[in-house]
């Protein structure tokens, strides 16, 4: 029997889908550009917006005799054994392939925005916290372990990473970024994805684009950036995943900017993505993005309209489950009110994703399912403590009450304290999914932070009051608080969110708020005890800043921690009690005040504080801070303050050094960042933006020599007429521990002519450590 093209492994893959396309008829085709939920619920509270009303019904047998595109969350929909769940795949694919005249199985996709968004499987600290961390490698160990789980449960695609760049903190998505900066989100992003895809696992950048910015911060708001911000800030992490990470999926946003749906926009998803930056992947769609474009946005009148407007966009593949790219789609496209050729486009990207994946190959089966599958591993579980550990910020500690005397008598006080939901953000899957089955354990183990505190300090005398809930006005429980607190030698106040979702938590999606002071009466909780008279730690256990400025100079000590995951109450513990060297540096801006937002540290002059208003936003925690139980010296720096500054040409490169050295008596990690600071430009500029950083991890009395190579290419930005340039001029480089707190400034000359760049530029600053002897 003579093998058909298409199922010829030696063969081009341009070619193999040629030939299968020509074989393929219209409903095959287009069976190719969907996906199926099997037991999406439709009663209510999902975990999507708009479920209840927008999941299409379907006879399954009948269906799949066309193929099938996606498989949407096999395991991300209720609580299934993993192998169950991977044995319960496999047959469906069987099934899938069977039923069709090619045998061509589906992707199956799943949520990884914090681990593998399944039953038992690890629950990661969340992005923000990700972003803490300022460590590239360690997100993408984690990321390769993520991946590693979700093929050895029969998955090929995962929807990670996030890179949406903050813009307002209100925004209730915070919690699923990794900052509000874009070259942080870019270079952590970027890791995530090629940690991802190293394990086989396409990874989908979402959302595409300008998510983040939706006016009053509310979810799916209508986004008026312009073509700077979105150029400038939204862009960058998706070009550098692209570009450096390799990820083979964009997803599409749900938000439209000045008047265009992302969803229908072809200037966004083929011209730039696609013909600028060649991208050779799948588009796919936001939940029910596509039948939105006509019951939310209303550029389209029917699901066949909204099916052709997002074709003709780029949007390959319907998610999560068909609505507009099946029938009516079939329909519209034998009525000639849909061009063939659109469909031929994205099934040519969707079966070509296929061919890499190994889903054409003659004689594919779904890999042999393990009678058990450990997705919670011991190595998983320390590589989420570690994250954890690196993600916590000391913010202060003016008094050094931290570490913790191990003997002391310590008041935990708090409604996050007991609560092993407190470490979890809405897409972990206890909370994601679990509560609509309260009947069911978490399936993985998950600390509190009064547990590990007390674990962490045996000879400590550690009592506990709760005060009050996340959310709830109810101060009765503030007596047995101040009582618990009078007794004790120092109280921890551990305050903050309750992840969920569409107004079921205080963080998450669908959960925004109009300012940023602290949930419920958390704050009137604090003040109560502050008004013992007894030290006060602050701890909080969120998934976005808070304004703090209510208490500053009041408090003992501040510690920051954004929803560290299942070894979170143990990484926190572990900084109390001074086990764990602090180390993290924050993502984004604390501010002084509840309102004044929106607000990030990328500011032009007329952003910041002046005499122009008498309102100042300058926050109370800078961008990049973070403080240490040991103590750091930077010194011998490249170039001196106040000299002539090194001339380069527009193209030229220029090393900036520092050496820094632990002069404390303990091991700590120091995290060196680079700023820009653009005196003079053709358009007004951030008067600082980070542009590379480096976590340089120090033993006692260890000294070592940091260094970036700064190109000029870093210093681009979107002028006037749209281009990206770089235009000649004097710069300064700023070697700093935060954005506000500058340790040295480089001046450099860029001379020549103004350059236009192209999609070759140069996104990264590289930087080295040498030894010092």
């Known amino acids: 029997m003579t093998t058909a093209p298409w199922r010829d492994p030696a063969l081009p893959a341009a070619a193999r889908v040629d030939d299968l396309l020509s074989r393929m008829t219209l409903q095959e085709k287009t069976a190719q550009l969907y996906g199926v939920w099997v037991g999406a619920a439709t009663d209510g509270d999902g975990v999507a917006p708009h479920q209840h009303d927008m999941t299409a019904d379907y006879d399954w047998a009948e269906l799949i005799t066309h193929g099938l595109g996606q498989l949407t969350r096999s395991f991300g929909t209720a609580p299934v054994d993993p192998a169950l769940g991977a044995q319960a795949l496999a047959r469906a694919q069987r099934r899938i392939a069977e039923a069709g005249r090619f045998g061509i ?41 993520i991946g590693q789980d979700l093929r050895s449960s029969g998955v090929h695609q995962g929807l990670a990473p996030v890179l949406d760049v903050v813009r307002d903190p209100r925004w209730g998505r ?49 986004v008026r950036a312009g073509i700077r911000e979105f150029a400038d800030v939204t862009l960058p992490p998706f070009e550098m995943a692209l570009r450096e990470g390799g990820a083979r999926s964009v997803m599409a946003a749900y938000n439209e900017t000045d008047g265009v749906p992302a969803s229908a926009d072809p200037a966004l998803l083929t011209e730039l993505l696609r013909e600028q930056w060649g991208f050779t992947g799948t588009v796919v769609a936001d939940y029910f993005g596509i039948g939105f474009l006509e019951t939310l946005h209303r550029v389209a009148g029917s699901p066949a309209q909204a099916a052709h407007v997002a074709l003709a966009a780029g949007i390959d593949v319907e998610l999560p489950s068909l609505k507009c790219y099946g029938k009516p789609l079939v329909e519209a496209v034998r009525a000639g009110e849909v061009p063939e050729e659109l469909v031929d486009r ?42 954890a550990e690196e993600s916590v910020v000391l913010l202060d500690n003016p008094d050094e009450a931290l570490p913790l005397p191990p003997d002391a008598r310590v008041a935990v006080v708090g409604p996050r304290a007991a609560d092993a939901l407190a470490m979890l953000g809405c897409y972990s899957f206890p909370s994601h999914v679990l509560t609509h089955h309260p009947e069911v354990p978490t399936g993985i183990e998950i600390p509190t932070l009064l547990e590990a505190l007390r674990t962490e300090l045996p000879d400590a005398k550690v009592t506990f009051a709760e005060g009050c809930g996340v959310s709830d006005p109810d101060t009765a429980g503030f007596e047995e608080a101040v009582a618990r607190a ?6 921890l106040a551990v305050l903050g969110d309750r992840a969920g979702l569409f107004g079921r938590g205080t963080s998450g999606e669908g959960c925004d708020v109009t300012d940023l002071r602290l949930p419920g009466v958390q704050a009137e909780l ?89 309102l100042d936003p300058t926050p109370l925690y ?7 139980y040991t103590s750091f010296t930077w010194s011998d720096f490249t170039g001196e303050e106040g000299g002539p500054a090194p001339e380069i040409g527009t193209d030229g490169s220029y090393d900036v050094s520092a050496t820094i050295r632990n002069t404390g008596d303990r091991a700590g990690a120091e995290v060196v960042q680079l700023y820009l600071h653009d005196p003079v430009a053709s358009v007004t500029r951030p008067d600082v933006r980070l542009i590379g950083y480096r976590r340089v991890e120090l033993a006692p009395g260890e000294a070592a020599r940091v260094t970036f190579r700064f190109h000029a290419d870093l210093s681009s930005f979107t002028d006037r007429s749209g281009r990206r340039v770089v235009e000649p001029g004097v710069l300064e480089l700023r070697l700093a521990a935060s954005s506000a707190d500058v340790r040295h400034t480089a001046r450099l000359a860029l001379t020549g002519p103004l350059r236009e760049l192209g999609p070759d530029r140069r996104l990264r600053c590289e930087a080295s450590v040498s030894g010092v002897g």
Not at 622 to 628: C, I, L, N, Y
């Open 105 to 145: 199985p589906a992707v199956a996709h799943e949520e990884c925005l914090a681990g593998f968004t399944a039953w038992q499987a690890t629950a990661y600290p969340v992005p923000l916290a990700w972003g803490a961390t300022f460590d590239p490698p360690l997100v993408e160990e984690m990321a390769r372990r």
């Open 622 to 628: 800078a961008f990049g801070h973070g403080r240490s």
């Open 486 to 491: 009078s007794e004790a030698d120092v109280c």
């Open 174 to 222: 915070v919690e699923e970024t990794i900052g509000e900066d874009p070259y942080l989100t870019g270079t952590i992003g970027a890791a995530y994805v090629r940690g991802l895809e190293s394990a086989g696992v396409v990874a989908t950048l979402k959302h595409f684009a300008g998510y983040a910015s939706s006016a009053g911060a509310r979810n799916l708001a209508p």
């Open 346 to 387: 994205a099934a040519r990207r969707v079966l070509l994703q296929k061919c890499e994946l190994g889903l054409l190959d003659e004689g594919w089966d779904q890999e042999p399912t393990p009678s058990h599958l450990d997705l919670d591993s011991p190595g998983n579980r320390a590589l989420a403590r570690r994250v």
């Open 526 to 614: 604090l003040d109560a005890l502050l008004a013992t008279g007894v030290p006060v730690v602050l701890v909080l256990l969120t998934g976005r800043p808070y304004a703090l400025g209510r208490w500053h100079g009041r408090l003992a000590a501040v510690v920051q921690a954004f929803f560290p995951g299942e070894e979170g109450g143990p990484a926190v513990a572990g900084v109390l009690s001074g086990r764990v060297n602090p180390s993290g540096r924050l993502p984004v801006s604390v501010p002084q005040v509840p309102g004044g937002q929106p607000w990030t540290y990328l500011q032009p002059p007329l952003g910041l504080a002046g005499e122009v208003s008498n």
